[in-house]
């Protein structure tokens, strides 16, 4: 299950980080980010509502409050680089994030098999080798990945702190709509802010227009990322959060695919290899 529900993770984390970083070409990213985390707590309300999730409150939604409060820091630093520089490049480098729940994971005493040792370290350099060795060059390559780890370190503390956040069904849609609200309110200051000194909050072509537009783009993005946070919280309950995480941070290859098909981003040979390494990775991590 832990398995399953981490490879599902990967899958949803990297078709919203594709289409984030597509919107985030055509508009503001504070924007994206705080219109698509809209949405999904509208969504995850109407289901806690339904679910009786109110009645799971409790001293463990804290977690929940401070992955609200550092998703949004690390999703507008991503969805920034993702603006900067190819998707195929920035998307891996953001998945280093994975260090820090795995560490989490061997402080609190958990001690991975040999073989599941293996597979984190196969499925790790996968990841980073998926990158490409675009790594050099031009200033904008340079600030797309001083914020992807600026963005991937927030990625690895919200992976931690949501995993902690509930330990029942009902409690995670709770957590999940506690962090969403968390993000807008995050996300809605930084913007305002951003308003008052100048900025905009609206495309400079198409304004409104284009907002409205990208609607269905903007509830895939956001619901697509709360879908993850829940199935990553159920992986981490369910085995070990070093299994739980690397699995889940295979979401780069998804990512760099989409580019690729879409796009017509080209792989190269570096990259091919690292999204084979991560496979293999993920083999031994499911089998081990």
């Not at 679910?51 to 977690?63: I, M």
């Not at 280093?96 to 599941?116: F, K, N, S």
């Not at 992976?159 to 957590?175: D, H, N, Q, R, W």
Request: with cysteine; glycine share 14%.
């Amino acid at each position: 299950m832990t398995a399953l529900f981490a490879l599902a993770t990967s899958l949803m984390w990297g078709l919203a980080d594709f289409g984030g970083g597509l919107l985030t070409r055509r508009m503001p990213a504070l924007t994206v980010v705080v219109a698509s985390q809209c949405i999904a707590a509208v969504v995850l309300g109407t289901v806690v509502l339904a679910t009786g999730g109110w009645s799971e409150a409790g001293p463990r939604l804290w977690f929940a409050v401070a992955a609200g409060a550092v998703g949004p820091v690390a999703m507008l630093s991503f969805y920034k680089a993702l603006a900067l520089g190819p998707m195929g490049v920035v998307s891996p480098l953001g998945s280093l994030g994975v260090a820090v729940p795995v560490g989490v994971g061997l402080l609190v005493g958990e001690r991975p098999g040999l073989p599941q040792f293996a597979g984190v370290a196969v499925a790790v350099a996968g990841i980073v080798l998926a990158g490409g060795p675009q790594l050099r060059g031009a200033p904008v390559q340079r600030q797309a990945v001083v914020l992807t780890l600026l963005a991937a370190f927030g990625f690895g503390a919200v992976m931690a702190l949501i995993s902690e956040a509930s330990t029942t069904v009902t409690g995670l849609f709770l957590a999940l709509f506690v962090q969403r609200v968390t993000n807008i309110a995050a996300g809605g200051t930084a913007l305002y802010v951003s308003v008052r000194r100048g900025g905009s909050a609206l495309p400079e072509e198409g304004g409104i227009g284009v907002v409205r537009a990208a609607l269905p783009a903007l509830a895939f993005v956001g619901l697509a990322d709360v879908a993850a946070n829940g199935t990553y919280a159920l992986a981490a309950q369910h085995g070990p959060v070093t299994v739980a995480a690397v699995l889940a941070s295979t979401y780069p290859v998804v990512t760099a695919l989409a580019a690729r098909g879409v796009l017509g981003e080209r792989l190269r040979g570096v990259q091919a290899a690292g999204a084979g390494l991560a496979l293999l990775g993920t083999l031994l991590l499911a089998t081990g």
